[in-house]
């Protein structure tokens, strides 16, 4: 199991190096020098000259990734172009809405996923299975941001109920307040998550109840109930976990589009503007923050699985 | 030795008890219905269109009436006529991304399996690092890199779709030259490309197109956010997602038009994962519908 984690680890940095070379690949592909975003419009050669040397957008791109990646071995983001500040107090600043959105979220979305996937999975011959069956459908084609907007427009604009966006509690000094601004976009990422994970948890029960270890309980006299949830919820949550941290990821990934519904001040609006104007530190920080952030996601449902069943410990992948 | 051996293993672990009897699949046919729609829409949007879709003229945020069946939008252009219009985007965003993706997917994927060893290694690793890095935010990136227009928008997903497919290929595929016949095809002289045509393909292709129909409405969602996010076509293109930011300022006064554009992509998209789903239970009978 140590090995096991090591290499896992290992593997890990390696792609987050390899992340950090596509992100700045990519990046040098954006039309336009970053140093454009110091300088006046009618600027002379000089103040651009000048520019480019401050952004280090002079330096051959050899040398300029060099300089970046000795920054990060440092823990060092650099400092924004536009804002001159530097990039990393910022984004853990934004880190302060996303994370308790994005987790908050994905709890909720669990909390209603595995009973309604079991129920679903108990009567899967009934029409509680066929109405499961139509509105999961429904909840995996639907757009997050329309779901947010629908939302906002009934208990925000109609009803009066809740917040419409924003979020005036930065640092959460008064947390029912920032509570009550995440409200709509927690329910938002629960509703169109927790019918995907629904889908699996439905998968995994069916699957295991057709199982000879459920039928031979069931045949010693015990319920449905006690045989799934003494004897068959660690089996059906090994392929289900692999599938929330995919989700786990997705959803921190579609904060930006959340974010952006709500007008939140979290990582996804930090890009979204770093984009627009050509803040290459911001840009890379929040892309690889974020790409971290989806590794180590990845890493930690792998290790979960590999605690539950031990079937999965010898195994070298 | 058939195409079932080649799904999941799991698939072949259900009871035989528990398979559904065969018949026409109804997701197959609702899946059929609410694409053809789409599609219908957009082809009758080259023919005919109530009003020009840019045309302004008629009051703002008029109520659906007769003139103009969904109402008009915040400068007064028909609804209804930009969301006939928006089908031929959602439907090209789709299918394209799915072209692009699914050939460079499949091409990537069949060479890594054909590959040497070490070869394969390292695009299989390379894959699982591009599947973990954030499909939006690369879509994002590209279309910043190439200006915001739905071609950069159809590079951008169909780019991030390949490395899905790839990896799905390269299994399958894998799966296939693992089996006896395949040595035996190429122990009597038949080529790469023979094995290819004549087994490989033949034994992946229903589970290829299953996941493709999946990734098309995983792409139209993706261009309507890319749009919504102001990163899809420019306008005055009427994407689905642009018109849902568009009118998300005006829900409460005119509800219509954010409610529309919504229940557009869920059709579509709806209907994709419907086809897929059918077209599983038709190509592969041992695997139940879930």
């Known amino acids: 199991m140590t090995a096991y984690v090591f290499r896992r680890l290992g593997l890990l940095l390696v792609s987050l190096l390899v992340a950090a070379v596509v992100i700045f690949v990519l990046l040098r592909m954006l039309p336009g020098d970053p140093a454009n975003a110091l300088v006046a419009v009618g600027a002379t050669k000089e103040q651009i000259a000048a520019a480019r040397h401050a952004v280090g957008s002079d330096q051959p791109l050899p040398a300029q990734f060099v300089t970046w990646i000795g920054q990060l071995a440092r823990l060092d983001l650099g400092t924004s172009f536009v804002s001159g500040l530097p990039v990393g107090p910022q984004l853990v600043q934004r880190l302060v809405v996303t994370v308790p959105l994005t987790l908050l979220g994905f709890v909720l979305a669990v909390l209603i996923a595995a009973p309604v996937g079991f129920v679903a999975a108990r009567f899967s011959r009934s029409a509680v299975g066929i109405v499961f069956s139509a509105a999961s459908q429904l909840g995996v084609a639907v757009p997050v941001f329309w779901v947010g907007i629908l939302l906002v427009w009934g208990f925000a604009l109609h009803w009066h109920l809740l917040p419409a966006g924003g979020f005036p509690q930065e640092d959460w000094s008064a947390p029912g307040q920032a509570l009550r601004s995440l409200t709509l976009p927690v329910i938002t990422i629960a509703i169109v998550m927790s019918s995907s994970v629904a889908r699996y948890v439905r998968a995994g029960c069916i699957e295991i109840l057709g199982s000879d270890f459920i039928r031979t309980f069931r045949a010693l006299g015990s319920s449905f109930g006690s045989a799934m949830l003494r004897h068959g919820m660690k089996s059906v949550a090994v392929p289900v976990i692999s599938v929330l941290g995919i989700e786990l990821a997705t959803t921190f990934l579609g904060a930006v589009v959340i974010e952006n519904v709500f007008a939140l001040p979290g990582l996804g609006s930090l890009l979204v503007t770093g984009i627009a104007q050509h803040d290459y530190p911001t840009i890379q920080g929040v892309l690889l923050l974020t790409t971290l952030i989806v590794l180590i996601v990845g890493f930690l449902a792998d290790l979960t699985q590999r605690l539950i069943d031990p079937r999965l410990r010898g195994a070298h992948r | ?290």
């Open chain 2, 1 to 290: 030795m058939t195409d079932h051996d080649l799904l999941s293993d799991a698939a072949l672990e259900v009871p035989a008890a528990r398979r559904p009897r065969r018949g026409a699949p109804g997701t197959l046919i609702a899946g059929c219905i609410l694409l053809g729609l789409v599609i219908t829409v957009a082809l009758v949007s080259y023919v005919h269109l109530p009003y020009p879709p840019q045309q302004i003229g008629g009051g703002r945020l008029q109520p659906p009436s007769r003139a103009h069946w969904l109402g008009t939008d915040t400068l007064g252009r028909d609804l209804f006529s930009q969301l006939m219009v928006g089908a031929r985007i959602a439907l090209a965003a789709g299918g394209g991304s799915v072209l692009l993706g699914g050939i460079i997917g499949v091409v990537l994927g069949l060479a890594a399996a054909f590959a040497q060893r070490w070869l394969d290694d390292a695009i299989a690793a390379v894959l699982d690092i591009l599947i973990a890095f954030p499909t939006l935010l690369l879509a994002m990136l590209i279309v910043a890199a190439r200006g915001a227009t739905l071609g950069s928008a159809i590079v951008a997903i169909g780019l991030a779709m390949s490395a899905i497919v790839a990896r799905l290929t390269r299994i399958l595929a894998k799966r296939v030259l693992s089996t006896q016949y395949v040595t035996a095809a190429a122990t009597s002289g038949t080529g790469w490309l023979g094995v290819i045509l004549r087994h490989v393909l033949p034994n992946i292709w229903p589970t290829l197109i299953v996941n493709l129909a999946l990734q098309f409405g995983l792409a139209v969602l993706a261009e309507a956010s890319l749009s919504y996010l102001g990163l899809g076509a420019p306008p005055p293109n009427a994407s689905w997602g642009r018109l849902l930011q568009q009118a998300q300022g005006t829900v409460y006064s005119a509800p219509v038009g954010a409610i529309a554009p919504g229940v557009a992509l869920v059709v579509l998209v709806l209907g994709a994962n419907l086809l897929a789903d059918g077209l599983r239970d038709v190509l592969d009978p041992t695997r139940r519908s879930r």
